[in-house]
């Protein structure tokens, strides 16, 4: 008997050192530079500038000039979006683009929340700031990050920004919301040397977020935006009271995730796996392998080779709208594959699309927010944030045709202290673009959580 006490106080001493050890952890980084040279001598420049938006008649006209000299191609019969984006629909786009779209009266419409540029270690990084014109009394503000991916934009947040800034029900919160542009992406400056990867992402934003006064902060984000705030969480644990993410697969399976996928099927209740997941997952070849290959044929030419490809896009405007739109039709819905259209004004306008377009034609920056995955994949997948788990309050906003279906085990394996996980009613990869009432109130009820629970901590 005493020996049995003796094992099982062994085992559970190694097992709670191995855990401490594990929440002790944060991810180590060191200050780079990123500007053209070497850094100069002197402080650092610490101004935030008001940047407004732009465009002229230079810009616009040569922009039609481009999309006039385009040569279509025909699309094979019966393909619609199996092929990628059918040119017969592309030509209608292209047709409202050069002589519907008001790209002008956009310029206005993106200039009406405030946009500022800082530089951070020796680039100019863009963000919108967002402060709340009214508060009710008793009410604290709450900073919050938001932080988009590819091939989307700061443009992403337009529709979910009053729902957090000024919320209808009181008894929501009042949030402080900063949208800044991943360097490389929109109109913040691109990375003139090698190696800028999230986690340099992440720590420009920390930078950011405390040289416009915020020691404490929640943080939200969706593809690359999910990585980069989650690293962000990794690096200043005590700095980031909440994370909230809508996208979360897993970075580096362990032991449980690989039996569970091997396994959940036959036993889901053993990994907690709902009808929901055995629908998502299984059967695995078709659901996580065959999917996978149809949509990510993009990501091993952006992290290889990303300069090649990106300098056709760059010239040409018609490329660069099959390029990206492609993705708001598929990676929203798998179904809309199979539509000539592709689905794509069912969930979007097509100004709102046209806009982040228009983002990263007029900012020239396709080439360099391509490059993202190369310096991120081209470290190789066994990186140290892989292996640190999150030990912040999270949320997780589960949304039915995201690109990867990510289980709550899969999720809590990552981010050992999960709030909150939630089945979304529907919705896919560019969630906050496509349902910003659903974002917010899931964000909204996250918040609220931890506050309760940090209050009566």
């Known amino acids: 008997m005493f020996t049995e006490v003796l094992v099982a106080i062994v085992i559970g001493g190694v097992i709670y050192f191995l855990v401490q050890k594990s929440r002790s952890k944060v991810l180590k980084t060191e ?4 500007g053209v040279g070497a850094p100069p001598d002197g402080e650092e420049d610490i101004s935030v500038r008001p940047f407004k938006i732009s465009t002229s008649d230079e810009e616009l006209e040569d922009l039609y000039r481009r999309i006039d000299q385009t040569r279509p191609v025909a699309s094979l019969e019966d393909s619609q979006f199996h092929y990628g984006f059918n040119s017969q629909y592309l030509q209608k786009v292209v047709s409202y683009w050069r002589n519907d779209f008001d790209w002008r009266k956009q310029v206005d419409k993106l200039n009406q929340y405030p946009h500022f540029k800082t530089n951070i270690e020796g680039i100019d990084v863009h963000y919108m700031h967002i402060k709340p014109q009214r508060v009710p009394q008793g009410s604290a503000v709450i900073p919050l990050i938001m932080v988009h991916g590819w091939p989307g934009s700061f443009y992403e947040f337009f529709g979910i920004i009053p729902l957090l800034t000024e919320p209808s029900d009181p008894g929501d919160c009042v949030f402080e919301v900063v949208c800044p542009s991943i360097p490389g992406y929109g109109f913040s400056e691109a990375p003139h040397k090698k190696g800028f990867d999230s986690v340099c992402a992440a720590r420009i934003f920390h930078k950011l977020m405390k040289r416009l006064g915020f020691q404490h902060f929640y943080a939200h984000g969706g593809d690359w935006g999910w990585l980069v705030t989650t690293n962000m969480a990794q690096l200043e644990p005590k700095t980031v009271r909440g994370l909230h993410v809508n996208f979360a697969p897993p970075s580096k399976p362990g032991l449980r995730v690989t039996l569970s996928i091997m396994l959940g099927r036959r036993f889901p209740k053993l990994f907690g796996f709902t009808d929901t997941d055995i629908q998502k997952l299984y059967p695995c070849k078709e659901k996580l392998v ?21 300098r056709g896009l760059n010239d040409s405007p ?6 990206i739109l492609e ?4 990676w929203t819905s798998r179904d809309f594959r199979n539509l000539e259209d592709g689905g794509l004004t069912r969930k979007f306008s097509l100004d709102d699309l046209l806009t982040n377009i228009m983002i990263y034609w007029t900012s020239a920056c396709i080439v360099s927010s391509m490059r993202f995955y190369k310096e991120n994949f081209g470290k190789g997948l066994d990186q140290p944030h892989s292996r640190i788990p999150v030990v912040v309050p999270t949320g997780f906003a589960c949304f039915p045709n995201e690109l990867m279906h990510t289980p709550k085990l899969w999720v809590q394996q990552k981010y ?10 529907r919705g896919g990869h560019f969630a906050a673009m496509e349902e910003p009432q659903l974002m917010a109130e899931d964000i909204h009820k996250f918040v609220r959580t931890v506050e309760k629970k940090t209050k009566k901590q």
């Open 31 to 34: 200050d780079g530079w990123w």
């Open 290 to 310: 065959v999917e996978s290959i149809k949509e990510s044929g993009y990501m091993h030419i952006q992290a290889t080779k990303p300069d090649t490809a990106g």
């Open 318 to 323: 018609v490329g660069l709208a099959a390029y």
């Open 327 to 330: 993705k708001f039709s598929t």
């Open 416 to 425: 050992h202290k999960l709030v909150s996980y939630t089945l979304m009613a």
